[in-house]
């Protein structure tokens, strides 16, 4: 059974088109995704088309991840995203999705157990089980707590855009890194793994990937969302082309000058952030 691992695309089509282009030359028997798979980047609908091709054409297996339960409880209740750093890469995706894309999201569970033929059963998740936006790069304590009671083999978890193989009380923990916005201090790749297994168990591969950072680049000023995130926004293309997350640095730093939340911090705190990170 070969199976292809990926998450984290936040909008990124380039990066998804190259990973199709992959499948072609090297197919799979099935694809499992972990979620966050828009917002943060531009055209969110191409991302999205392209996903509903990936499931026709392959056997797919997809839980919701942070960024699809924040889009989904906006609709049960107005968050009030509008044009700021804080939410305004929200708000240009919400108006950017149908109800139907947003019923295709809600009909996705947030975690799962997974039996692939006679491999060993996997659990799936998008950060921890039971916590969607655990993350174990910055909470090794919760990644031993949770392979220590973990009733499968097997997790495969993403949100920390980490590329990971951990191997840890009998048990195995995959990270695919991410597809869209890849953290490994290089930048301009796509991250992704590849899984073979049979009734002995699951052998993996994390995947480093080139695609076309550079069109995906003019999108962010064509489209429109660099009005719309502002600075947070600025952040995400860089950290695209350095693969250092200035993404999280930027929130971190907010959230140190203020001391309110970043969604009700004023944007002249935002600027003097990017401004020392370099950002504009």
């Known amino acids: 059974m070969r199976v292809a691992v990926i998450s984290d695309i936040h909008s990124n089509y380039k990066a998804l088109e190259a990973f199709l282009s992959y ?13 966050d798979y828009v917002t ?4 969110p609908e191409r991302t999205l088309s392209l996903l509903h091709e990936m499931e026709e054409n392959h056997p797919c297996f997809l839980i919701r991840g942070n960024r699809e339960e924040y889009l989904l409880e906006n ?36 975690e799962r157990k997974l039996r ?19 993350n174990f790069t910055l909470e090794r304590v919760l990644q031993r707590q949770v392979l220590e009671r973990l009733e499968t083999g097997y997790l495969l978890g993403g949100h ?14 995959l990270n695919p890194g991410s597809l869209g916005m890849a953290i490994d201090e290089q930048g301009r790749h796509a991250q992704f793994a590849m899984m073979e297994g049979d009734s002995r168990g699951w052998e993996m591969e994390p995947i480093t990937m080139d695609y076309d950072v550079e069109g ?4 962010f000023r064509e489209s429109g969302i660099e009005e719309y995130g502002l600075y947070l926004t600025r952040a995400m293309e860089k950290t695209l082309v350095t693969g250092h997350n200035y993404f999280y640095d930027l929130v971190c730093a907010v959230s140190g ?6 969604q009700d911090v004023e944007e002249d705190v935002w600027r ?3 401004q020392r990170m370099g950002l504009c």
């Open 23 to 35: 499948m072609e030359e090297h197919p799979a028997d099935a694809v499992i995704c972990l979620g």
């Open 40 to 43: 943060d980047g531009p055209y």
């Open 75 to 110: 609709r049960k209740q107005d968050q009030g995203w509008h044009i700021c750093s804080a939410s305004g890469a929200l708000y240009y995706t919400y108006q950017r999705l149908t109800q139907a894309d947003l019923d295709w999201m809600e009909s996705m569970p947030s």
């Open 116 to 134: 692939l033929e006679n491999c060993p059963e996997l659990t799936v998740c998008h950060g921890a089980p039971g916590m969607i936006r655990g």
């Open 160 to 173: 920390s855009h980490y590329q990971e193989i951990c191997k840890m009380h009998g048990k195995v923990y």
């Open 216 to 219: 995906y680049l003019r999108d």
């Open 257 to 262: 000058m203020s001391h309110g939340a970043p």
């Open 272 to 274: 003097r952030a990017a």
